[in-house]
């Protein structure tokens, strides 16, 4: 199948983005390297092209039950603009994907999703429209998203792209009218920063990105220090750290499943776990020495296999070799020794928190 292309597609070429196929999409994975991206996010600000992102829109008089019905986290009663984050799951309680929901009015939410996962989800989400009085449209097709990243992401986006976002709160998004069209703005991101997201159609994301470039404020940054940037803060990514077999009690998500509320897609399942426990949980490893783990490398105890890793780096911001990684509960505990089989050599690490970096979030 033919990999599509992003509305900035021949703006990253024309900068020599390396480019590769992620999520069905050819996107760049880097313009300078890794590790100048990563940085100029953590000490300045970094533009990131998600326009790969998948979006729906529910409207209508049972728009909030409906989200409340599919969505682990509850919507109920919330004002307009707050913006949450939970998982869609299955009845068993393994995970369909993670996403964003926002509250725009009393009967609109839109609906952001992974761009791996925007078929599954869309028919997911369409099969469970029945009974419900809504209006779904699937919108991924009509917009362009910007993701501007950083200590510095406030003061670019309101004088460099004439965006008044001061005044928005983390979490919370607002609809504005820009250029004769209207584009959603959220203080929202993936990368442990204050930051925010844009959405809009092409034509203005590629405005947007004009704009940046030319201003020599921030830096084009590619989806390899996305992923740097938002494991080293403990940020999960569907397909590592959630997935359809790892539920959110699993990945130790469980904040964001509401189990006080009426009934959604998979809430007996994961009220289950949480009561009795579960058999595998997503811990933080940090390694005694500079070798990296990958996805995919075992975790030993005692020379026997009791978990694999699901990302692992050498944390470009407190310079130590740290991983992520699916094991049985019985070794899960902060301070476990495990060890690490990195091709036919063994290295000894502890079990650690996931968060290796703390976040630096706009505090109110």
């Known amino acids: 199948m033919e990999e599509k292309k992003t509305c900035l597609y021949d703006k990253h070429v024309a900068m020599g983005a390396l480019m590769s196929p992620f999520a069905g999409y050819i996107m760049p994975i880097q313009y300078t390297n890794i590790a100048d991206e990563h940085q100029a996010v953590r000490q300045a600000c970094g533009v990131f092209d998600v326009s790969h992102m998948g979006e729906v829109l529910v409207s209508g008089p049972d728009a909030e039950r409906y989200v409340n019905h599919i969505f682990t986290n509850d919507v109920r009663g919330a004002e307009d603009g707050q913006v949450f ?20 009015a009393a009967e609109e ?62 979490y919370t998004g607002k609809k504005m009218d820009v250029d004769g069209e209207q584009i959603i703005i959220s203080r929202t991101g993936y ?11 092409h034509y203005f994301i590629r ?25 080293e803060v403990g940020l999960p990514l569907y397909g590592d750290e959630l997935s359809a077999e790892i539920s959110p009690v699993m990945a130790g998500l469980s904040m964001f499943c509401k189990l006080d509320k009426p ?4 809430k007996e399942a994961l ?19 500079k070798a990296i783990p990958r996805h995919g490398y075992a975790v030993l105890k005692d020379g026997e296999k009791v978990g694999e890793v699901t990302t692992g780096y050498h944390c470009l911001s407190v310079d130590k070799s740290v991983c992520m990684a699916l094991v049985e509960t019985p070794h899960a505990k902060l301070g476990t020794e495990l060890e690490i ?24």
């Not at 502890?350 to 706009?362: C, E, G, L, T």
């Open 263 to 266: 009934e959604f897609i998979g």
């Open 207 to 231: 405005n947007q990105w004009e704009k940046l470039m030319a201003s020599g404020r921030c830096k084009p940054c590619g989806l390899g220090c996305r992923d740097t940037l938002r494991f």
């Open 85 to 104: 984050y939970g998982m869609m799951c299955y009845p068993d309680g393994g995970t369909v994907d993670d996403l964003l929901v926002y509250k725009m």
């Open 271 to 289: 009220a289950e776990q949480k009561a009795n426990g579960v058999e595998k949980r997503v811990i933080g490893i940090e390694l005694k020495d």
């Open 109 to 170: 939410f839109f609906l952001v999703i992974n761009a791996a996962n925007i078929d599954k989800d869309v028919e997911w989400m369409e099969q469970h429209l029945e009974g419900f009085n809504v209006h779904f449209e699937h919108q991924s097709a009509y917009y362009g998203q910007l993701a501007v990243q950083g200590p510095e992401a406030e003061a670019v986006c309101e004088k460099v792209l004439g965006l008044a976002c001061k005044d928005l709160k983390f």
């Open 191 to 201: 990368t442990g920063e204050d930051g925010f997201e844009i959405y809009g159609s």
């Open 341 to 364: 089989q990195i091709r036919k050599k063994t290295f000894p690490g502890v079990v650690v928190k996931k968060r290796f970096y703390d976040k630096h979030y706009k505090k109110d």
